[in-house]
């Protein structure tokens, strides 16, 4: 009778395992670890803007919690509570919230802000998108953990097929050179490993800083201006327009010879949310514009050849 008991107990508690294994969710995030939830997450924190969007887009807004400050697409995320900034956490808050999944931004939230997260036993996934192809991966291990995995499926292939679509419609036109600036005092830009920057090669742009060793750098106006983009971008608010403001002091540098300065918008282009290839077509189109603004080469008649003595 007992061996029958202990038997019966351990068939039980197989099953309940084998239960459990089926209903585990395990993904490894854009950092390397392992993120395992029993169940789909039902309660949702994401600690920057452009990870609230893409809760949303993946079909989980209602199971979203709260959110990092700037958090303002879309329009149903300013409900949510705001416990974060770009350098602290409430994490009273966040122990009140009881949350299931805590989404972090790789490069944009502090390691200090992580370590912290994980030390709490909270299931943290760090994300860090440098390409569309992991924007679209990203929003699928969403959809994943949350449950949501039809909504996200969808969004993410609508998202691959515009990518493919802006690629093939502007990344065969003539190469512009482009400086992309973030900030001017001091110039800062970006390199070419920086999602914005496979923007500017899908619409047929070189981005004349791409070599830098960092996403985000501080570079001399000197060296800037021996770069001679041909077109400046800018990025902020909607409706905003584009201000040349110091390069017009560098009338040799082609951009400000031929006024080429363009503005877009940020939260599309900037965010590295499911609205970036919005932004990237926006800046297509300004780099488009640039293109057929700049002098077009000349073909006419072939001066014969000189000698260094200046005979023919």
């Not at 994401?46 to 807004?61: D, F, I, K, S």
């Not at 370590?115 to 291990?141: F, H, M, N, Q």
């Not at 039809?150 to 419609?169: G, N, S």
């Not at 951009?255 to 970036?276: I, K, T």
């Amino acid at each position: 009778m007992r061996a029958r008991a202990v038997a019966c107990a351990a068939a039980l508690l197989l099953a309940t395992a084998a239960r459990a294994a089926t209903a585990s969710i395990e993904l490894v995030d854009d950092a390397g670890h392992r993120v395992a939830l029993g169940h789909p997450a039902q309660r949702i924190v994401a600690l920057a803007p452009h990870l609230t969007e893409l809760v949303y887009a993946a079909g989980a807004g209602g199971q979203l919690v709260a959110v990092g400050k700037y958090s303002d697409f879309p329009p149903e995320a300013l409900a949510k509570p705001v416990i974060s900034d770009a350098f602290a956490v409430n994490y009273e808050a966040l122990a009140r919230l009881h949350p299931d999944l805590v989404l972090v931004w790789g490069s944009g939230t502090p390691d200090r802000i992580k370590s912290k997260l994980r030390t709490l036993g909270v299931p943290v996934y760090e994300v860090e998108i440098r390409s569309v192809a992991g924007l679209v991966d990203t929003l699928r291990g969403i959809g994943r953990l949350a449950g949501t995995e039809a909504v996200a499926q969808a969004r993410a292939q609508a998202i691959a097929a515009d990518w493919a679509a802006l690629k093939a419609e502007y990344g065969g036109r003539k190469p512009v050179r482009v400086f992309f600036q973030l900030w001017d005092a001091p110039l800062m830009t970006l390199n070419g490993q920086h999602l914005i920057s496979s923007a500017i090669t899908a619409c047929g742009g070189s981005n004349v800083f791409a070599e830098l060793p960092t996403l985000t750098a501080t570079v001399s106006w000197e060296v800037a201006v021996q770069r001679d983009p041909e077109i400046v971008v800018t990025e902020g608010g909607p409706g905003e327009s584009a201000k040349p403001g110091r390069w017009s002091e560098f009338t040799r540098v082609s951009a400000a010879r031929h006024g080429q300065f363009a503005h877009v918008e940020g939260d599309l282009l900037a965010r590295s949310g499911p609205r970036f290839v919005e932004g990237a077509r926006e800046l297509c189109v300004a780099i488009d514009d640039a293109r057929r603004g700049l002098p077009q080469p000349r073909f006419g008649p072939v001066a014969p050849a000189r000698s260094a003595s200046g005979a023919q």
